[in-house]
C-alpha cells in the first residue's frame, strides 16, 4: 500500500516538473510577440510601420482621386483611355517595363564584392524607400538577383565588373543617410572586404527599363 | 505459502525518499526560474516598451485597414477600365496591355506549378558561449532563399508568417524590402514571425534547381546542417499566390515617355 502510495506521489512530482520544465522551455525560445522586442527594435518597427501607412494612405488617395475622375468622365460621356494609359504608365514603371526619371543617388562602387553583398547594397536601397534601381543599366525588377556568373557577378545575366554604378530614384537624403549610418551597410562592408563607395546625390536622374523579358511561362492570371 | 520481501526493501525506501527530494528541489528551481522570468517579462511589459508594443499594434491594425482598402479602390478602377467604351479596339489593346503589365508587376493573383518551403528556428538548446543567433531564421537566410529562387527561375513569390493571423501573405515586388528588426523581419514593412512558409511559382523543375543553387547552397544549407534550423521543401503541382496589396506609386520619380 506504502509503495502505491509513493509511486502515485512520485508520478505527481515528474507530471509537475514536466509542466514546469515546458513552461521554462517555452519562455526561453524564441520570443514571438511585440513586447519581447526591445525599445529599439521597436522604435525601427514603428517607424516603419507609420512610413509605410502614411505611403499606403496616400497611393489610397491616389487611386480614390482616379476613381473619382473615372465616375467624372462616365458622367460626361467621355472616353477613360487617357485614365487608363496613365495607369499603365505608372504600373509599367513600377515593374520596371519602363524607365524613371526623379531625383536620388548614383554610387559609384569599387571593390572585391561577393553577390551577397551586392543583393545587400540593392536590398538596403528597397529598404529605404527607393522608387527604382539600376546596377550599371541593369534595371532592378522583383526577379532580378546577383549571381556569380562563369568568374564575375552578373545581374540578369550581365556581368557587372569591379566597378560598378548603382543608380536609385528615391529621397536623395533619405538613401545617402541609410546607407551611411553608423553600422549600416556601407560600414561593414568596408570593414569586411576592401570596397571604395562614392555617393552624388542628384534632382535628375534616369533609371532605365528592363531588358529582360519578364513574361511569365508557368504562372497564369486567376480569372 | 508466504512471500518474503526482498531484502533490498529498505535501501528502496530510501531511494524512494531521496528522487522525490531531489524531484522537489527541481519544482522549487524550476518554478523560481519561471517566476524569474514572469517578472521580468512584466517589467518589460509595464515600461515605456509597453507605449510602443500599443502603436506597433495600432499601426498595425491601420495598415490592415488600409490594405483593405487600397484592394476594393483597385478593384474599383479595373472595373472601369474594363467596361468597353470609346474606340473599342484601343479599349481592348490598352486592356491587354494592363493585364501584362499587372501580371508582371505582381499586382495579380496567379496560379501554376511551383514550391513551397517552410523554414523555421533550431530546436536545439543554444549550448553555453555560443550566440542565440546562429539557431534563428535570420534575414539573411530568406533573402538568399528568395535569391536562389528567383535564380532558379521562378516567376512569383510570397512571404508568409505574420504576426497577425489570417494576414495575406506577402507578395515580392520590384520594390520589396526584407529587413530585420530583433526577432521579427519585415517584408514590405509587415512584421513577419517564424516559421517563415514561402512559396513560389515557376518552369518545372523549379524545386530541384533551387536545392542545388549555389545560393542556396552557400549559406542556408550549411546553417541547416550546422545548427538545426527546421527546414523542408516540396513541389507542387499547382499552387495560388495572391497579389500584391500595396501602393504601386512612384514617389520620387516619374515614369519616361515613350518616344
Known amino acids: 500500500m506504502r509503495a502505491w502510495v509513493a509511486q502515485i506521489s512520485l508520478s505527481l512530482v515528474a ?36 512610413v509605410r501607412n502614411v505611403d499606403l494612405g496616400d497611393g489610397l488617395a491616389d487611386l480614390r482621386e482616379q476613381i473619382r475622375e473615372y465616375e467624372l468622365r462616365d458622367v460626361d460621356g467621355q472616353s477613360n483611355l487617357a ?119 542628384s534632382q535628375e536622374l534616369e533609371v532605365p527599363a528592363t531588358e529582360r523579358d519578364l513574361a511569365p511561362q508557368a504562372a497564369r492570371a486567376v480569372e | ?30 518554478g523560481a526560474a519561471q517566476w524569474n522570468s514572469s517578472l521580468a517579462r512584466q517589467q518589460v511589459i509595464t515600461s515605456a516598451q509597453g507605449v510602443l508594443v500599443r502603436q506597433a499594434e495600432q499601426l498595425q491594425r491601420e495598415q490592415e485597414q488600409l490594405r483593405a482598402e487600397l484592394a476594393e479602390a483597385e478593384e474599383r478602377v479595373q472595373s472601369f477600365q474594363e467596361r468597353d467604351e470609346g474606340s473599342q479596339s484601343a479599349q481592348q489593346r490598352l486592356n ?56 532558379s527561375g521562378a516567376e512569383a513569390i510570397t512571404i508568409s508568417g505574420s504576426l497577425a493571423e489570417n494576414a495575406p501573405a506577402e507578395r515580392l515586388v520590384a520594390n520589396s524590402s526584407i529587413q530585420g528588426v530583433g526577432a521579427a523581419i519585415l517584408v514590405n514593412t509587415a512584421p513577419l514571425v517564424p516559421p517563415y512558409r514561402i512559396e513560389a511559382v515557376g518552369p518545372a523543375g523549379l524545386h530541384d534547381r533551387f536545392l542545388s543553387h549555389p545560393t542556396y547552397l552557400a549559406r542556408v544549407a550549411r546553417r541547416v546542417e550546422a545548427y538545426g534550423l527546421q527546414f523542408a521543401s516540396e513541389a507542387r503541382d499547382e499552387l495560388t499566390l495572391n497579389e500584391f496589396v500595396g501602393t504601386t506609386r512612384l514617389r520620387w520619380g516619374v515614369p519616361v515617355r515613350e518616344e
Open chain 2, 96 to 151: 491587354a496591355e494592363l493585364a501584362e503589365a499587372r501580371l508582371i508587376a505582381g499586382l495579380t493573383d496567379v496560379i501554376g506549378p511551383g514550391l513551397v518551403i517552410e523554414i523555421a528556428d533550431s530546436q536545439r538548446q543554444v549550448p553555453v558561449g555560443e550566440p542565440q543567433a546562429n539557431y534563428l531564421v535570420l534575414v539573411d537566410d530568406l533573402r538568399d532563399i528568395i535569391g536562389a529562387l528567383w535564380a
Open chain 1, 83 to 201: 485614365i487608363g494609359e496613365e495607369d499603365l504608365e505608372r504600373i509599367s514603371a513600377f515593374a520596371g517595363l519602363r524607365a524613371v526619371r526623379g531625383q536620388g543617388i548614383e554610387m559609384e562602387i569599387e571593390g572585391s564584392f561577393d553577390p551577397q553583398a551586392v543583393n545587400d547594397l540593392i536590398y538596403e536601397l528597397r529598404n529605404s524607400g527607393a522608387d527604382a534601381i539600376a546596377v550599371n543599366d541593369i534595371r532592378i525588377t522583383a526577379r532580378s538577383v546577383a549571381v556569380l556568373g562563369t568568374g564575375a557577378i552578373e545581374i540578369d545575366g550581365v556581368p557587372i565588373g569591379r566597378s560598378f554604378t548603382i543608380t536609385a530614384i528615391g529621397s536623395p537624403d533619405g538613401l545617402e543617410a541609410a546607407l551611411q549610418r553608423p553600422g549600416g551597410i556601407l560600414v561593414l562592408l568596408q570593414q569586411s572586404i576592401e570596397a571604395r563607395f562614392v555617393i552624388t546625390k
Open chain 2, 1 to 30: 505459502m508466504t512471500r518474503r520481501l526482498p531484502p533490498r526493501r529498505r535501501l528502496s525506501r530510501r531511494g524512494w525518499a531521496v528522487s522525490v527530494a531531489v524531484g522537489l528541489g527541481l519544482i522549487g528551481f524550476v
Open chain 1, 15 to 50: 507530471v509537475v516538473i514536466g509542466v514546469l520544465l515546458v513552461g521554462q522551455l517555452r519562455s526561453q525560445a524564441r520570443p514571438l510577440e511585440l513586447s519581447s522586442l526591445s525599445a529599439q527594435e521597436l522604435s525601427t518597427l514603428v517607424e516603419s510601420l507609420r
